[in-house]
Every structure is written in structure tokens, then in C-alpha cells.
């Protein structure tokens, strides 16, 4: 693989890039949480990434989600690309730009090993949450609660219930403002804890001989 | 007896379902995800999912914001 070759994932963690490389991670929203996670997972080594969001970018979006002036008017998931290939022009992008329903959730993620929930709406995490763990009761989904604000570092934990790992402090509503700097910080959480579990399981599986 | 978010215990009792642990734990049914024994529960089942005793439970909200 060419980027195994290039100098790009030098510095990465000792055997971790050859089991990201072949690891695909959808997105599901490319807001703040899903554009820094795409961002993180790309400079991390993610063979394939699977976005999805209908949204357009805007100025109002510029102050926490990873876009820049001359992306306004662009569909969120064409800028993404666009960025996240000139991190890694070898990443596999499957982007897909589309209001998201529960029903779309199995054919739109069907090769992804993990889901990252990166939607604003409450509701829309729930039937999101729920539509995955239906369609995939194996595979994990990583979420994000409560990232709103400013500060209170020290709140944003991480919960775990099975497949199920949600980051954030679970209360901050968006009602309070967004502030760049913590919804990097969930975002990256996210990103954080994905890597973790596709290293964790692909060094498992690889063990076992499957 | 019952577990709920590796925290809180209430007291277990026969026929017991999700509907009872959130009113028990005074949650609103809304912005919730109900996990049992670390399975998800939908949402449409709170009603008729039975609890077994020495469950754990996790009920986390979910905040707008992303």
C-alpha cells in the first residue's frame, strides 16, 4: 500500500497503522464532532472513511467545525473530502451527502467496523444510536453528550455499556453556545476512543488467526 | 437488586420493566438511551423489557450540541 511507503505515519504508534489502514469507520454528520474526528482519524492512519450529512457549510459553522472561509456554499462532505484527502490523498472517502433516516443507517454503514455519532439533535442521536445497534448488535458505536460551553474540562468523561461509548459531560445543551475548544476536545475523544477499539480488536482477531 | 449507572441501587422486584427503573429514578423518558446488562433497549420496549434481578442498567441523556 503507497502509504505505508510514504513517511505519513512515521511518527504513529508502533503497529497500529497497518490495522487502521484496513479498519473503515463511518460518520454519521460532519459538524463540529464529525468534521475534527474525520480529521483526527485521517492524520491517525483510517484506511476508508464513510461521511455522511446533507448540510451546507456556513460562516456560522466556522467557529468549532473544521471548514474554512472558501468552503462556504460547499456541501459539507465535498470540503471534508477535500481536506481530509490533502491530509491523506490515499484515504478512502465514500461520502455520501444525505439527510440521514434510521432506515438508510444498514445500507449506508454496512462496511464499517465502528460508527462515530457526530449528529447536534438529541433525537437524532437516539434513533441514530438505536438504528446501529440493531442493524450491527457487534460493532460499536462511539457518541457524543454534552459539549457545550465553555471549560469544565474535568466533566467530559467517557461511559461505557457494552458497544455503546458515549463521550461528553451528558448535560450541556447547545442552547448555552459552542465553544471550538471543547467540541474539538469530544470530537477528538470520539476519534480517541475509535482508534482504541479497532487496535484493540483487529490485534485480537489477527491473534486469534481469523 | 438493580444497579443503575455503576452508581445508583434500587431494589429489585418480580416483573419489574424499563418503564418502572426510569420512573423509580425519576428520568424522563425523552433524550435517554436504556441500556440492560449492557444491551440496548429501544425505545418503543421500555414498556414490556423485563429488568432481571442483579442488572445493570445504564441510562444516559443525550444533550443536543455536535
Redesign the interface.
Known amino acids: 500500500m503507497t502509504t505505508t511507503k510514504s513517511k505519513l505515519f512515521d511518527r504513529n504508534v508502533p503497529g497500529s497503522t497497518e490495522i487502521l489502514q484496513k479498519s473503515t469507520v463511518g460518520i454519521a454528520g460532519c459538524g463540529g464532532l464529525g468534521s475534527n474526528a474525520a480529521v483526527s482519524l485521517a492524520r491517525a492512519g483510517i484506511g476508508t472513511l464513510i461521511i455522511a450529512d446533507h448540510d451546507i457549510v456556513e460562516e456560522s459553522n466556522l467557529n468549532r467545525q473544521h471548514y474554512f472561509q472558501s468552503d462556504i456554499g460547499e456541501k459539507k462532505v465535498t470540503a471534508l473530502s477535500k481536506h481530509l484527502k490533502a491530509i491523506n490523498p490515499h484515504l478512502k472517502i465514500k461520502a455520501i451527502n444525505k439527510c440521514l433516516q434510521a432506515s438508510d443507517v444498514p445500507e449506508t454503514f454496512k462496511n464499517a467496523d465502528l460508527l462515530i455519532e457526530a449528529f447536534d439533535r438529541a433525537d437524532a442521536k437516539s434513533w441514530l444510536i438505536e438504528a446501529w445497534c440493531c442493524a450491527f448488535p457487534g460493532k460499536p458505536v462511539v457518541c457524543a453528550s454534552g459539549l457545550s460551553g465553555i471549560g469544565k474540562t474535568e466533566d467530559l468523561k467517557v461511559q461505557h455499556a457494552g458497544n455503546i461509548h458515549i463521550v461528553g459531560d451528558c448535560t450541556s445543551d447547545m442552547s448555552m453556545g459552542l465553544c471550538s475548544a471543547r467540541v474539538a476536545i469530544a470530537a477528538n475523544m470520539e476519534a480517541n476512543i475509535a482508534v482504541e477499539l479497532l487496535t484493540n480488536r483487529k490485534a485480537d482477531e489477527r491473534d486469534q488467526g481469523k | 437488586m438493580i444497579r443503575v ?1 455503576n452508581r445508583d441501587t434500587i431494589e429489585w422486584k418480580k416483573g419489574m420493566t424499563v418503564k418502572d427503573v426510569l420512573t423509580a429514578m425519576s428520568y424522563d423518558y425523552a ?3 436504556v ?1 440492560v446488562n ?3 433497549v ?2 418503543e420496549e421500555y414498556d414490556t423489557c423485563p429488568v432481571p434481578d442483579n442488572a445493570e442498567v ?1 441510562v ?7
Open positions: 449507572n433524550l435517554i438511551t441500556t449492557n444491551h440496548l429501544p425505545h445504564g444516559f441523556h443525550l444533550a443536543h450540541g455536535g
